[in-house]
């Protein structure tokens, strides 16, 4: 399975923008890159995802390197709430699980 | 409203017993799986299951067992084979085949004494 990279942790300051990086050099043509976070004690929540092109949702923005070998999620304005782990997982349609690896994901610190 | 129920929230076991975490979804998804989450570490996927009565190992199915008998339901057991069975355990459901997100519970965080 094609794996991902993260820095440990970030730190950010409220209301400013943060870039999340993700390492992916591996990736397949049937690979999605998913986004999801998670609180402490919770579950994962899910993000944003994308192939090729970037995305923008309510949460975050997806920008996909041209040859897909990384990927940045970008938090428009992070607020205190934002604090999480935030995990790159590639999700490949041309396996038959379907299913998705979890790496240890980016810590982000969100200061007042 | 629609989503997934794990239970119990919090579940404490002697050595020796076998335990059964229930994950119940209404979400009319096709695929669901199991993750393993130590402290401070990513997830771990144990089983995942496509389809009502087919079931596949994941990357730490060793010491555990799942059934798949209806579409909504996917308990996991942790048996007395499982040498670290205390962990949080997280169930998620997807609609299988497509590239969409994957709906997680709230977790079980099971506690061996």
């Known amino acids: 399975d094609a794996k991902t990279t993260q820095p440990n942790s970030m730190e950010s300051n409220e209301e400013e923008p943060v870039h999340l990086p993700c390492n992916h050099s591996?990736?397949?043509?049937?690979?999605?890159i998913h986004w999801y976070r998670q609180l402490p004690s919770q579950g994962p929540e899910y993000v944003i995802h994308?192939?090729?092109s970037n995305v923008n949702n309510r949460m975050a923005s997806l920008a996909i390197a041209e040859d897909r070998k990384s990927s940045t999620l970008i938090l428009h304005r992070a607020t205190l709430r934002d604090a999480a782990v935030y995990y790159c997982?590639?999700?490949?349609?041309?396996?038959?699980?379907?299913?998705?690896?979890f790496g240890g994901g980016t810590r982000l610190m969100v200061k007042p | 409203d629609g989503g997934i129920t794990q239970s119990p929230k919090y579940l404490f076991r002697k050595e020796g017993q076998n335990v059964t975490l229930s994950c119940e979804q209404n979400?009319?998804?096709?695929?669901m799986y199991w993750y393993r989450q130590d402290p401070g570490q990513g997830l771990r996927l144990i089983y995942y299951?496509?389809?009502?009565?087919?079931?596949q190992k994941g990357d730490i199915a060793e010491g555990y067992s799942v059934s798949r008998e209806k579409k909504e339901s996917f308990p996991l057991t942790v048996t007395s084979a499982q040498k670290n069975p205390t962990a949080f355990y997280l169930c998620?459901?997807?609609?299988?085949?497509?590239?969409?997100?994957?709906?997680f519970g709230e977790g079980s965080r099971l506690t061996v004494l």
């Open positions: 979400l009319n998804h096709d695929a």
């Open positions: 299951s496509q389809i009502v009565n087919d079931f």
């Open positions: 591996t990736i397949s043509g049937t690979d999605y």
């Open positions: 994308g192939l090729t």
């Open positions: 998620a459901s997807s609609i299988h085949g497509r590239a969409g997100e994957l709906f």
């Open positions: 997982i590639l999700r490949d349609l041309g396996n038959a699980g379907n299913m998705l690896t």
